[in-house]
C-alpha cells in the first residue's frame, strides 16, 4: 500500500499530486522546480541557483519519506535549455554525490518558467 509524503519544509505541491508517494522500500518523487518553500515563487534566475534550490527540495521531500539524495538510484531531470546542460551538471554532482542512474532531458517549457526540474525515485534508509 502506498503512503502519501508531504513536508512544510518543501513547496506545496501546484497541483493535484502529492510531494512524494512511498510504495514498500522505494520513495517516488513528484518533481520539484526553484520554488522557495515558505513564499511558493521561483527562486534564483540562473540555472545553478535554481538547480540549488531544487536539490535542497528533492532533500526535504527524501527525509520526510525516511530517504535523502544519497539514496536515490534514478533521477530524471528537465532543462528549459540543453545549453544549460553543463552548469546544471557542476551544481547537480554537488548533491547526487552517489550518482544514481539518470536521464536529462531539453522541454519547452516548465511549469511557472523555471529553468530546471528534478524527480527523484530514491530507497528508504
Known sequence: MSEKIHTNKAPAAIGPYSQAVTLGNLIFTSGQIALNPETGEIEGTTIKEQTHRVCRNLSEVLAAAGGSLKSAVKTVCFLSDMADFSAFNEVYGEYFTEKPA????????????????????????
Open 102 to 125: 539518470r536521464s536529462c532531458v531539453a522541454v519547452k517549457q516548465l511549469p511557472k518558467n523555471a529553468l530546471v526540474e528534478v524527480e527523484v525515485i530514491a530507497e528508504k534508509e
